[in-house]
C-alpha cells in the first residue's frame, strides 16, 4: 500500500504528457490531486525509498500533515476545475497547465515529504513552476512580476540549500525531518532557513515579490499561490526548526516583532492599493505575518499541540478564504455577477476579518487564548486592531472588485466555475461545520465575551469606512505612488547584467598592428646582427674558453 | 594470456581500430564508415559492460606491457576508471550519432572520425591508466588527437582556437610530464593504489613532493580549466558541435579533472596531502574558478561561449570536490564527473541543434525556440536546470554531496561558493529558457534548414540530432532520480571512495 | 729555444693568420687561400712535431702527406664551385 | 748555430710576411701570385725540417697545382668579384680590431699548449721503426702510408676522387681556355716527357727514398695538364672507358686487395707473408695513375657532359 | 667483424662500379643497400651476442695499426645509417625531383654512407679527420646537386667544413705531440689535464661542433640544408651531423680527463640549450618550409649536445642512453620530416610555409607524416623523442641542484611545439587551400611517413631498447 505515495507526485507529473499532446485531456486535468485527497482518507504507511536518495520517506506523519494533505488537495482540486473553464479559450494553456502540473506535484510531494530532500525537491519545483504561472499573461506586467519573482526564489532556493545542508550537517546526515526537531540549531542554519523559507512565505519585509506576483497571474494561479503555495514557507519553517533550542528563543521576540509588523503593513499598503488583486495579495502578506506570529507562538507555548492545532487551523483558513477571494476576483474581471454572487463573495472576506461563526471567527479566538497563554496579553488589543485593520482591507479589495467589474449584464457562472468558487466561498462557514477540530474551536469563540471582542472592531472598522467613504477621506490620499524597491531593483538587474563590459582581450587594431610593427623591426635588426654570423660565433666560444681559464 | 588481462586493451581497441581503419576510407563510403563508427562504438559499450560485471563481482582487469624502467605501460581497470569508462563509453555512442547527423553531407568526414575516434580511445586509455607514465601518455595523445577536430572547420577563428589550444594544452602537458618523471626519478612509477603510494616511499621529502605536485597539478590543471589555465576552452568553442560537446562533456575537460583526482586519490593520497596541507590552495583555486567562470559566462552573448565558460565553473565543481579531502565531498567531486558529462552534453547538443537547424548562434536570437522546436528545447532546460543545481536534475546530486562534504570537513565557506554559483548559473541559464520558452517567436525563421519534417515534436529536426540529445537529458535526470539505486554513478562513487579513504 | 719550438710557434702563427682570414674575408676565392694557409701552419705544426727525434718521424710525414692531398682535393673544388657560383650570381644580375 | 738560427728566422719572417700581404694584399692576383710564392717557401721548410717527401709533394701540388687551379679560377673570376667587400674605407679596420685582438688572445692560448710538446716523444714512431722491416718497403713514410696507415690512404684516394666527382656535378661554367701560345707548345713538347719520366723515377724510388705515389702522381698530372694544354694530348672524356677506369683503378685496386686480404688472408688490408713488397708496388702505381689523371681532370675539367 | 666490414665495402663498391659502368640505376642501389643493411644488422647481431669486438688493420699491433672498433652503438649506427640510406634510395629513386637522373647521386650517396661506415668504425683521431674530409666533401657534393642557387650555401658549407677539419687537425696533432698515439683508446690511459691537452681537446671539440652545426657554429646549416635537394637534405640531417657528434662523444666519454669533462660540461650543455631556444626561434620565425626544418635541426641538436655536456658534467653513463635515443629517435624523425616538406614543396610549388595551406586536405598523408615525425622532435609520449627526453629529464629531476637545467627542456619542448603546429595548424586552414601543382605522389608520402611511425613505433620496443642502450654504452 506504501507505494501509493508515488502516485501523490507523479499523477500530475504523469498528466503532462497527455496534456502536451492530446487536447481534449486538458478537461481531466483538474482531477490531478485527487490520489493526495484519497490517500490522506485511506492514510496507508509511509513509503521510504533509498533508490532516489538516502533517507527518502513519503508519507503523513501527523494529523496536521493531513489536514494540509487535504486541504491543499482542495484548493487544487477546486482552482483546478475553475481553471479549466476560465482557460479554456487561452491559446497558451498548454503551457499553463504543464507549469500548474509542475507546481502541484510539488506542492503536494513537499507536503507527504518526512525527509528534508524530498521536502526541498518538492518546495523547488514548486517554487520554480510557479514562475509560469505568474509570467503567463506575457504582459509586461506580468514579465515583470515574473523576473523579480524568479530572482527572489532562486536566491531563496540557494539559502534555503544552504540551510538545508547546515542542517543535515547538525543532525549528524539524518535526513529525518521528524529527527530535526530535537536537534539544536546554529545561527547561520536558522538565518538562512529563515531567509529562504520567508522569500517564499513573503512576510515583511521579504515579501516584495508577492504584490507583483500574485494579481499578475491568472486567477486559478493567484489562487493556488496565495492559499496554498506560500504557506509551504511556513511550514517548510515549522518543520525544519527545532521545537525548542536556547538559539530559537532569543530570535523569537524578532520573529514575533516582524510577524505583526507585516500584519499592519500589508494592511496599511494594502489600503492604499488601487488594484483588487493586488490589495488581496497584500491581504496576504498581512495574514502570512499572522501566521509567521503563530509560529513564534507553537515555537513558545508549553503545549506546542495546541499551538500547532492553531497553526493548522490558519493556514487551512487563510488558504480556502484567500483561494475563494482570489478566484472571485478573477472572476468579476470577465463577467458582472449577480447579487448573490456577491453575497457569496462576503462570506470569505468576513471570514478573514473574523466574523463569528466563520472559520475566521474560530481562528482568531484560538490565536486570542493562545497568546494570553503565551503571556503575551498586552498583545491582544493589538489582535483586535488587526482584526479591524483586515475588514478594511478586505472591505477595500472587495469594493475595488466592484467597481471592476464588466458594464455588461449580470449572468450566472457556468457551473463548473460557479461550483468551484462557491465552494470555496462557502467553506468558511461550512468548515467548522465538517472538521471537528475547527468547530470545537468555532464553538468556543461563540461564547459572548468572545463574539463581542470578534465583533466590535469589526463594527469599528465599518464605521471607519462610512466616515471615509462619506468624506472622501481617500481624496488625499488617492494619488500617492509608492515606492516599489522590488521591482526597481529587478529591473536594474536585469540592465546590469545586459550592458556587458568591453571586451578585454581585444586591444585596438592599431595598438595590435604597432607593437607586431614594433617587434618586427627589432627582430630584423637581430637578424642582421646574426648576419655577422662567424664572428659572433666565435666571440662566444672565445668568451667561453676565457672563462675556462680563468 | 587470460581474458581479463585482455579485456582493458580491447575496450581501448574498439574504438582504436575503426578510428584507423576510417582514416583509409574514401569521403563517398558512408555506410561503411557509419557502420564501423557504430560497431566500435557498441563493442565498447558491451565490453564496458561486461568488466563493470566483472568489477562488480571482484575480478582484476589489469594489462601491462613494459615500455620505459620502472614504468610499465598498464592498463587497469577499476571502480574509478570505469566510471570514467562508463561515461567516456556512453557519450560516445550518443556523440557519434549526433556527429553522423551533423556532418551529413559536410566534407573531410573521413578525417573527422577518425580522430573523433582516436580521441575516445585516448580519453579511455586515459581512464583505464594505471600509473602516472601510461597516464601522462595518454594525455599527450589526447592532445593531439583533439586538436585536429578543433580546427576541422578550417577557418580562420578554428585555427586560432586551435593554436590556442595546443599552447595551453602542450603546456601543461609538458608540465604534467615533468612531474611525472621527478616522481619517476625518486620512486618509479607503481601502480595506482587507493591511499596513494607516495607517503610510504617518499613521505618526508617535502620540497619534491610540493614541487610534483605543483607540475602535476598545473598541468592537469589545463585541462580541467582551472582558473589562470582555463583561457583555451572558450576558444575552442569555434569546433564543431559535436567536437564541442566531445571536449567539455568526457575528453579533455575531464581528463583533466580525472587527472587531479588520481593524483590527489592515488598518487599522494589524502593522508599525505592533509600532512603537506597542498589541497587548500587548489581548494581556493577551484572556489574562485567556480565564481570567475560563472561570471564570465554571465556576460557573453554567443551561446556556445556562454556554455564554454559554464564549463569552466562547473569543471572546477569536480576539483573542489576532491581538494575538500573529505569522503563525501569526495563522492560529490566523482559524481559531478558523470553528471556534468551528461548536462553538458545535453546542452551542446541542443546548442548545435538550434545552430544546425535555424542558424541559432546567438543568445539573442533564442527567442521563441521552444515553440518552433520544443523538444529540443526542453532538453536544453534539464541540462540548464540541472547545471543550476535544481533537483531532481543530476547537479543537485553532486552538488549535495559537495555541500555536505564541505561541512563534513570544516569548510562551511564552501557553501557560499556552491550557492552564489548556484545563483550566478541561473542567473545566465535561465534568461536562455525565458527565452527559449517565454520569447516571441518570430513569425518565420529566417535562416530554417527544414531538417526533418520541420514541424515542432520528434520531425522538428533531423532525428539523429535529436535524439542523442533527448537521451542524455533523460539520463542526466534519470541518475538523479535514481542516485540511491546500486547502478548509479553515485554509487560507484561512493564505492570508489569507500576504497579511497579505506572506509 | 729550440728549432722544433720555434716551428711549432710559427706554425701555430700561421694557423691563426688562415683562421683570421676565413672568419674576416668574404671573397671565396680569398677565404679559399686562407683555408690553405690555416692548413699550411698545421701541416707545419705536425712536421716540427715530427723533428723532435733524431730521425724524423715518418707517421708524421705520412700524415702531412694524406692531409696535403686532402686538401688539393678540396681547394680544387671549393675553387670550382667559388666560380661557378660566382657566375650565377653575375647571371642572376 | 747561429746561422742557422739566421736562416730559421728569416724563412719564418719571409712566410709570415708572405703569408699576411697574400690575405690581405689588395689585387687578387697579386694574392695568389704570392701564395705560389708560400707554396715554394714552404716546400724549402719542410725540406729544412728534413721532410724531403713533403718538400717534394708541396712544391708539386702545393705550389703546382694550387696555383695553377688559382691561376684559372682568377680568370674565370669577372673583375667586379675580384675585391675583397671589406677592403674599403677605414671602418674595415675598426671592426677588425676585436677580430685581432681576438686572433691574439687565440694565438697566446695555443702558444701555452705547444710550449710543453717538445719534450714529449712518440711511441708510434717507435713501433714504426721496429716494425719497418716487416713493412716491405724500405723507406719509412711510404711503409706508413701505404702499409701500417694504409687504410687512411686509400681514404684519402677516396677524397680525391670525391672532389673529382663533386666538381663533375657542377654545372658548366668556363669558357674554353684560349688557345695555346706557341712558345708553350715548343716548351711543352719537350718538358712533358722530361716530367713524366721524373714522375716515373720517384714513384719507383719512392720505396727506399724519398718519392711515392703522390708526388709521381702530381708530376704526371702537371704533365699531362702541359700536354692537354697544349691539344697534344686527346681530350679525357668521362666516356672513354679507360679515363674511368684509369680514375676508379688506384681505389678499386686497393678496396679489392683489402677484400682479398680479408678473405683469404690475415685480416682487413694486412699483406700476406713476402706479398707486402709487390703489392704495395702494384697499388702505387694504380694509385699515381689515378691521382695523376684525376687532377689533370679537376684542373682541366672535362664537365660537359655531366648534366645531359 | 667481417659483417661490419662488408657493411663498409658494399657502399663503397657500389659507388666505384656504378661509376665504372656510368650506370644511374636506382633499383641497384636499393638492392646494395639491402645488402648492407643485411651486414649491418648481422654486425648488430653479432655484437649483441659475442660483445664489443676490435680489429686492427693490416695486422699491426696497438699503436700503430688503425683500429676498428665495433661496440654496440657502433653497430646500431650502422643499422641506423643502412636503414635511412635505404629509405632515401627508394625515395629518390621513385621521386621526380632529386636529381637522380642528371647526375651522379647515387654514387655520391653510397660514398657517403661508405663515408660515415667508416666513421663509425674507426677510433683513430686521425683517421676521423679523413672520414670527416671525406663526409663533408660528400655532403656539399650532394647539396650542389640541386643547381646554381646552392652554390653560395654550398661553398660556404665547404669552407666552413674545411676550415673545422684544420681545427680539429690542430688538436689533434696537438694530442700526438703531448701523448705521441692517435688511437682512442691508448690515448685514453694516458691523458692528463694539463694545458695541451686541455687546448687539443677544445681545438677538436669546436672543429666537430662546427662540423656537426651544433650552436653557436650552426649558422652554415640551415641555408645548406634547405637549399639541398629533398633526399640530400633527409640524409644530411639524419646522418651526416651525427658523424662528428659520434667523435665528439667517443672523446669526451672515453679519452678526456675528467676533470676536463666535468669543467667542459657545463659550456655545452648551455650551448646545448641556446642551441634549442634560438634555433627553435629561428624555426618558429622563418618563412620557408625546409629552413623550418633546417633550423629545427639545429634545434634538436641542441637536445643531445646537452645531453652530452651534462654527462660530461655529472659523469653520469646513463645519459648515453638519452643521448642516442635523441640521435636515433631525430634522425628518423627528420628524415620523415624533410621527404615529406620537400614533397610538399614540390607539389605545391612554392617553398614558402604559408603555401601549406590546406595541405591536410591536398596531401593529407604527406602532412601527417609531417606531423607525426614532429611530433617525436616535441617529445610526445610515446614517441621515441619522448623515450629520449625522459631519459634526460630523470637524473635532471633526480637531483634538486640539478633542476634548473629542466626549464631548458621545458622551454626547448614548448618551442619546438610552436614550428611544428605552425606549419601543422596552417594546414589544417581550409578556408583558401593553395592547389597543387600536379598529382600528389602517394607512394612517396607514405614512404616519409615510414620512418615516423618508426619512430613512434620504437615505444613497442621501449624497455629493451634503453636496456640494451643503457648497457652498451661503456
Not at chain 4, 232 to 239: C, E, I, K, R, S
Not at chain 5, 315 to 337: E, I
Request: hydrophobic letters at 55%; one cysteine or more.
Amino acid at each position: 500500500m506504501a507505494w501509493l505515495w508515488l502516485l501523490v507526485p507523479l499523477t500530475p507529473l504523469l498528466l503532462i504528457l497527455p496534456t502536451l499532446y492530446w487536447q481534449r485531456a486538458t478537461r481531466w486535468i483538474w482531477l490531478a490531486p485527487l490520489p493526495a485527497g484519497v490517500l490522506a482518507l485511506l492514510q496507508p504507511d509511509s513509503l521510504r525509498l533509498p533508490g532516489l536518495w538516502p533517507g527518502a520517506r513519503w508519507g503523513l506523519p501527523d494529523d496536521t500533515a493531513l489536514a494540509l494533505l487535504v486541504f491543499t488537495a482542495g484548493l487544487w482540486l477546486l482552482a483546478g476545475l475553475f481553471a479549466v473553464w476560465n482557460q479554456a479559450a487561452d491559446s497558451r494553456r498548454r503551457r499553463f497547465w504543464l507549469f500548474w502540473l509542475l507546481a502541484l506535484s510539488g506542492n503536494l510531494l513537499l507536503l507527504i515529504a518526512q525527509d528534508g530532500a524530498s521536502f526541498y525537491v518538492g518546495f523547488t519545483l514548486m517554487s520554480l513552476s510557479a514562475f509560469g504561472l505568474v509570467i503567463h499573461s506575457g504582459k509586461t506586467e506580468a514579465r515583470r512580476a515574473g523576473r523579480l519573482y524568479l530572482q527572489l526564489a532562486i536566491m531563496g532556493e540557494l539559502l534555503l540549500f544552504m540551510g538545508l545542508m547546515l542542517r543535515v550537517h547538525e543532525a549528524g546526515g539524518d535526513m529525518e525531518l521528524a529527527a530535526w526537531q530535537g536537534t539544536p540549531i546554529g545561527t547561520a542554519t536558522l538565518i538562512c532557513l529563515l531567509l529562504g523559507f520567508g522569500l517564499k512565505a513573503g512576510f515583511w519585509p521579504l515579501h516584495i515579490w508577492l504584490p507583483a506576483a500574485h494579481p499578475a497571474a491568472p486567477p486559478a494561479a493567484s489562487a493556488v499561490l496565495s492559499g496554498a503555495m506560500i504557506k509551504a514557507g511556513i511550514l517548510g519553517l515549522s518543520r525544519f526548526l527545532p521545537e525548542s533550542s536556547e538559539l530559537i528563543g532569543g530570535w523569537l521576540p524578532l520573529l514575533a516583532g516582524i510577524g505583526l509588523i507585516s500584519a499592519f503593513f500589508g494592511v496599511v499598503v494594502g489600503l492604499l492599493q488601487r488594484r483588487d488583486k493586488t490589495v488581496l495579495a497584500y491581504s496576504s502578506v498581512s495574514q502570512v505575518g499572522y501566521l509567521l506570529f503563530v509560529l513564534t507562538l507553537v515555537l513558545t507555548a508549553d503545549t506546542p499541540a495546541l499551538a500547532g492545532l492553531l497553526l493548522m487551523l490558519y493556514v487551512v483558513h487563510h488558504g480556502l478564504a484567500k483561494g475563494a477571494l482570489f478566484l472571485g476576483a478573477g472572476l468579476v474581471h470577465e463577467q458582472r455577477l449577480p447579487r448573490w454572487g456577491w453575497a457569496l463573495m462576503a462570506l470569505p472576506a468576513l471570514a478573514l476579518a473574523g466574523l463569528p461563526l466563520t472559520s475566521g471567527g474560530a481562528v482568531k479566538t484560538l490565536l486570542k487564548d493562545q497568546v494570553e497563554q503565551a503571556g503575551m496579553a498586552q498583545l491582544i488589543g493589538v489582535l483586535t486592531l488587526g482584526s479591524a485593520s483586515t475588514l478594511l482591507l478586505v472591505s477595500r479589495a472587495l469594493w475595488l472588485m466592484w467597481h471592476s467589474q464588466p458594464a455588461t449584464r449580470p449572468t450566472a457562472p457556468r457551473l463548473p466555475v460557479w461550483l468551484s468558487w462557491g465552494l470555496l466561498c462557502i467553506a468558511p462557514v461550512l468548515l467548522p461545520w465538517l472538521w471537528p477540530e475547527l468547530r470545537q474551536a468555532m464553538l468556543n469563540s461563540l461564547s459572548i465575551y468572545a463574539s463581542w471582542a470578534l465583533l466590535w472592531p469589526l463594527l469599528l472598522a465599518t464605521l471607519l469606512m462610512a466616515v471615509v467613504i462619506r468624506f472622501r477621506v481617500y481624496r488625499y490620499w488617492q494619488h500617492l505612488r509608492l515606492p516599489q524597491p522590488g521591482l526597481r531593483f529587478s529591473l536594474w538587474a536585469r540592465r546590469w547584467l545586459q550592458t556587458r563590459p568591453l571586451s578585454a582581450d581585444a586591444p585596438s587594431l592599431s595598438a595590435q598592428m604597432s607593437t607586431t610593427v614594433r617587434l618586427r623591426a627589432l627582430e630584423r635588426r637581430w637578424n642582421r646582427l646574426g648576419e655577422d654570423v662567424v664572428s659572433v660565433s666565435v666571440w662566444v666560444i672565445a668568451l667561453a674558453v676565457l672563462w675556462l681559464l680563468i | 594470456m587470460i581474458w581479463t588481462s585482455l579485456l582493458p586493451l580491447l575496450v581501448v581497441l574498439s574504438s582504436l581500430v575503426p578510428g584507423l581503419l576510417i582514416f583509409t576510407l574514401r569521403e563517398d563510403q558512408v555506410r561503411l564508415r557509419t557502420t564501423l563508427n557504430l560497431v566500435g562504438a557498441v563493442v565498447k559499450i558491451l565490453l564496458v559492460g561486461l568488466m563493470l560485471w566483472g568489477v562488480a563481482n571482484g575480478l582484476e582487469f589489469r594489462f601491462a606491457v613494459p615500455f620505459i624502467p620502472n614504468g610499465d605501460l598498464v592498463l587497469k581497470g577499476d571502480a574509478l576508471s570505469l566510471q570514467f569508462v562508463t561515461l567516456s563509453a556512453v557519450l560516445w555512442l550518443t556523440t557519434t550519432i549526433y556527429a553522423i547527423g551533423y556532418l551529413e553531407g559536410a566534407p573531410l568526414r573521413s578525417r573527422f572520425f577518425g580522430y573523433f575516434s582516436l580521441c575516445v580511445s585516448a580519453t579511455v586509455g586515459l581512464a583505464l591508466a594505471g600509473n602516472l607514465v601510461t597516464f601522462v601518455l595518454f594525455y599527450e595523445l589526447l592532445t593531439l588527437a583533439t586538436f585536429p577536430l578543433v580546427v576541422h572547420r578550417g577557418t580562420a577563428a578554428a585555427l586560432r582556437a586551435g593554436r590556442i589550444y595546443l599552447a595551453y594544452t602542450l603546456g601543461g602537458g609538458t608540465l604534467a610530464l615533468l612531474g611525472a618523471v621527478l616522481l619517476h626519478t625518486q620512486v618509479g612509477s607503481p601502480a595506482f593504489i587507493p591511499g596513494g603510494y607516495l607517503q610510504a616511499t617518499l613521505g618526508d621529502d617535502r620540497v619534491t613532493l610540493t614541487l610534483a605536485f605543483v607540475l602535476l597539478i598545473a598541468g592537469f590543471g589545463v585541462k580541467a580549466a582551472l582558473f589562470p589555465l582555463h583561457g583555451w576552452l572558450p576558444t575552442a568553442m569555434v569546433a564543431p558541435a559535436p567536437v564541442s560537446a566531445l571536449l567539455h562533456a568526457v575528453a579533455v575537460v575531464k581528463a583533466g579533472a580525472f587527472g587531479l583526482v588520481r593524483v590527489i586519490y592515488d598518487v599522494f593520497g589524502v593522508n599525505l596531502m592533509t600532512e603537506l596541507d597542498l589541497a587548500t590552495p587548489l581548494l581556493w583555486l577551484a572556489a574562485f574558478t567556480i565564481l570567475y567562470g560563472s561570471v564570465r559566462a554571465l556576460f557573453q552573448t554567443d551561446l556556445k561561449r556562454r556554455l564554454a565558460f559554464s564549463t569552466v565553473s562547473q569543471v572546477s565543481y569536480i576539483t573542489l570536490g576532491i581538494a575538500l579531502l573529505g569522503p563525501i565531498a569526495a563522492v560529490g567531486g566523482l559524481v559531478h564527473l558523470v553528471h556534468q558529462g551528461m548536462m553538458k552534453v545535453t546542452l551542446f547538443y541542443c546548442a548545435g541543434n538550434f545552430a544546425e537547424t535555424l542558424h541559432i548562434h546567438k543568445i539573442r536570437d533564442l527567442d521563441g525556440v521552444g515553440r518552433r522546436m520544443p523538444l529540443t528545447m526542453a532538453a536544453f532546460t534539464v541540462g540548464a536546470l540541472g547545471m543550476i543545481g535544481v533537483p531532481p536534475v543530476a547537479g543537485f546530486i553532486s552538488k549535495w554531496y559537495l555541500g555536505l562534504g564541505a561541512l563534513e570537513v570544516g569548510a562551511d565557506w564552501v557553501l557560499l561558493v556552491l550557492a552564489g554559483s548556484g545563483l550566478l548559473n541561473a542567473l545566465y541559464f535561465l534568461p536562455l529558457l525565458y527565452r527559449g520558452w517565454f520569447g516571441p517567436a518570430p513569425t518565420h525563421w529566417p535562416h530554417d534548414e527544414k531538417l526533418g519534417t520541420g514541424r515542432p515534436g520528434l520531425g522538428e529536426t533531423h532525428w539523429m540530432l535529436l535524439w542523442p540529445a533527448l537521451t542524455t537529458a533523460f539520463l542526466a535526470l534519470l541518475i538523479g532520480i535514481l542516485a540511491g539505486t546500486g547502478l548509479s554513478p553515485l554509487n560507484w562513487a561512493q564505492l570508489t571512495v569507500n576504497m579511497e579513504f579505506d572506509l | 729555444m729550440t728549432q722544433v719550438l720555434f716551428y711549432l710557434i710559427l706554425g701555430v702563427a700561421l694557423w691563426v693568420l688562415g683562421l683570421h682570414g676565413l672568419i674576416r674575408l668574404h671573397q671565396p676565392i680569398r677565404r679559399i687561400i686562407s683555408v690553405n694557409i690555416m692548413g699550411s701552419g698545421v701541416f707545419m705544426v705536425m712536421v716540427a712535431l715530427a723533428r723532435r727525434s733524431e730521425d724524423p718521424d715518418p707517421v708524421m710525414h705520412a700524415l702531412v702527406v694524406t692531409g696535403l692531398v686532402v686538401a688539393i682535393s678540396a681547394t680544387a673544388f671549393a675553387l670550382r664551385l667559388a666560380v661557378t657560383g660566382q657566375r650565377s650570381e653575375e647571371d642572376r644580375e | 748555430m747561429i746561422h742557422e738560427w739566421l736562416l730559421d728566422g728569416s724563412l719564418a719572417l719571409l712566410i709570415l710576411t708572405l703569408a699576411v700581404a697574400v690575405l690581405y694584399v689588395r689585387s687578387l692576383y697579386a694574392s695568389i701570385v704570392l701564395f705560389i710564392a708560400f707554396g715554394l717557401l714552404l716546400a724549402l721548410i719542410w725540406a729544412r725540417l728534413g721532410a724531403p717527401d713533403l718538400a717534394l709533394a708541396e712544391a708539386a701540388i702545393g705550389a703546382g697545382l694550387t696555383g695553377t687551379l688559382l691561376l684559372a679560377a682568377l680568370g674565370r673570376t669577372p673583375v667586379s668579384q675580384r675585391a675583397e667587400p671589406a677592403f674599403s674605407g677605414a671602418r674595415q679596420y675598426v671592426r677588425s680590431g676585436p677580430a685581432v685582438v681576438l686572433s691574439l688572445l687565440i694565438f697566446w692560448i695555443l702558444l701555452q699548449a705547444v710550449l710543453p710538446l717538445p719534450e714529449q716523444s712518440s711511441a708510434v714512431v717507435r713501433a714504426a721503426e721496429q716494425h719497418l722491416d716487416a713493412a716491405g718497403v724500405a723507406h719509412p713514410v711510404t711503409a706508413v702510408l701505404l702499409n701500417f696507415r694504409a687504410w687512411d690512404t686509400l681514404l684519402e684516394l677516396l677524397v680525391l676522387l670525391l672532389a673529382f666527382m663533386a666538381v663533375r656535378q657542377l654545372l658548366p661554367s668556363l669558357p674554353r681556355a684560349p688557345e695555346a701560345w706557341p712558345l708553350l707548345l715548343g716548351w711543352s713538347c719537350l718538358l712533358a716527357p722530361l716530367i713524366i719520366l721524373i714522375g716515373g723515377y720517384l714513384l719507383w724510388r719512392g720505396s727506399s727514398d724519398p718519392g711515392g705515389a703522390f708526388q709521381a702522381g702530381a708530376l704526371l698530372a702537371a704533365g699531362a695538364i702541359l700536354l692537354r694544354l697544349t691539344d697534344l694530348l686527346p681530350a679525357m672524356g668521362w666516356h672513354h672507358a679507360w679515363v674511368r677506369l684509369l680514375v676508379l683503378g688506384g681505389c678499386a685496386f686497393f678496396l679489392l686487395v683489402g677484400l682479398f686480404t680479408h678473405w683469404l688472408g690475415a685480416g682487413f688490408l694486412a699483406y700476406p707473408e713476402g706479398w707486402a713488397g709487390p703489392l704495395i708496388i702494384l697499388i702505387e702505381v694504380a694509385a699515381t695513375l689515378s691521382i695523376a689523371i684525376t687532377l689533370t681532370l679537376l684542373v682541366i675539367g672535362e664537365t660537359r657532359e655531366v648534366r645531359g | 667483424m667481417t659483417a661490419a666490414l662488408a657493411a663498409l665495402l658494399i657502399p663503397l663498391f657500389t659507388a666505384l662500379g656504378l661509376l665504372l659502368l656510368r650506370s644511374r640505376s636506382g633499383p641497384l642501389v636499393i638492392l646494395t643497400s639491402l645488402a648492407t643493411l643485411a651486414a649491418a644488422c648481422w654486425a648488430l647481431v653479432e655484437v649483441t651476442t659475442s660483445g664489443p669486438q676490435s680489429l686492427h688493420l693490416g695486422d699491426w699491433p696497438e699503436p700503430l695499426a688503425i683500429r676498428f672498433q665495433l661496440q654496440p652503438i657502433t653497430a646500431l649506427l650502422l643499422v641506423f645509417t643502412a636503414l635511412i640510406h635505404l629509405l632515401v634510395a627508394v625515395y629518390a629513386a621513385r621521386s621526380r625531383h632529386c636529381r637522380t637522373r642528371d647526375t651522379d647521386y647515387w654514387p655520391l650517396s653510397c660514398l657517403l654512407q661508405g663515408s660515415l661506415n667508416a666513421l663509425w668504425l674507426s677510433s683513430d683521431l686521425f683517421n676521423w679527420y679523413v672520414t670527416l674530409e671525406l663526409l663533408g666533401l660528400a655532403a656539399v657534393a650532394l647539396v650542389a646537386l640541386s643547381g646554381r642557387k646552392a652554390y653560395g650555401p654550398a661553398l660556404n658549407y665547404l669552407l666552413l667544413s674545411l676550415g673545422a677539419s684544420l681545427v680539429y687537425l690542430l688538436g689533434v696533432a696537438l694530442i700526438y705531440g703531448r701523448y705521441g698515439v692517435l688511437d682512442i683508446t691508448l690515448l685514453a690511459t694516458q691523458t692528463e689535464a694539463d694545458q695541451s691537452t686541455r687546448v687539443a681537446f677544445w681545438l677538436m671539440t669546436l672543429g666537430l661542433m662546427l662540423k656537426a652545426a651544433l650552436w653557436p657554429l650552426h649558422l652554415w646549416l640551415p641555408k645548406a640544408h634547405a637549399s639541398a635537394p629533398t633526399a640530400v637534405s633527409a640524409l644530411l640531417s639524419a646522418l651526416v651531423v651525427k658523424g662528428p657528434l659520434f667523435i665528439l662523444w667517443r672523446l669526451w666519454s672515453e679519452a678526456a680527463p675528467v676533470e676536463l669533462a666535468i669543467e667542459t660540461g657545463p659550456l655545452l650543455a648551455i650551448a646545448g640549450v641556446a642551441a634549442l631556444l634560438l634555433g627553435g626561434w629561428s624555426a618558429l620565425r622563418t618563412p620557408w618550409l625546409k629552413s623550418l626544418v633546417a633550423y629545427s635541426t639545429v634545434a634538436q641538436l641542441g637536445y643531445a649536445l646537452m645531453a652530452l655536456g651534462l654527462l660530461m658534467h655529472w659523469q653520469l653513463p646513463a645519459l648515453d642512453a638519452a643521448l642516442w635515443l635523441f640521435v636515433l629517435a631525430h634522425g628518423l624523425a627528420k628524415a620523415s620530416m624533410f621527404l615529406a616538406a620537400g614533397e610538399l614543396q614540390a607539389t605545391l610549388g612554392s617553398k614558402r610555409v604559408s603555401a601549406l595551406r590546406g595541405t591536410t586536405e591536398t596531401m593529407p598523408v604527406a602532412m601527417f607524416a609531417f606531423a607525426v615525425a614532429g611530433g617525436s622532435l616535441i617529445g610526445l609520449p610515446p614517441s621515441g623523442g619522448f623515450l629520449a627526453k625522459w631519459m634526460l629529464l630523470e637524473p635532471m629531476l633526480g637531483q634538486s641542484e640539478h633542476w634548473p637545467w629542466v626549464a631548458g627542456i621545458l622551454l626547448g619542448t614548448l618551442i619546438s611545439a610552436g614550428y611544428v603546429f605552425r606549419v601543422v595548424a596552417l594546414a589544417f586552414d581550409r578556408a583558401d587551400p593553395v592547389p597543387p601543382d600536379f598529382k600528389p605522389d602517394r607512394f612517396a608520402h607514405w614512404l616519409a611517413m615510414l620512418p615516423a611511425l618508426v619512430v613512434w613505433g620504437l615505444a613497442l620496443v621501449s624497455q629493451p631498447l634503453i636496456a640494451w642502450l643503457t648497457g652498451a654504452t661503456p
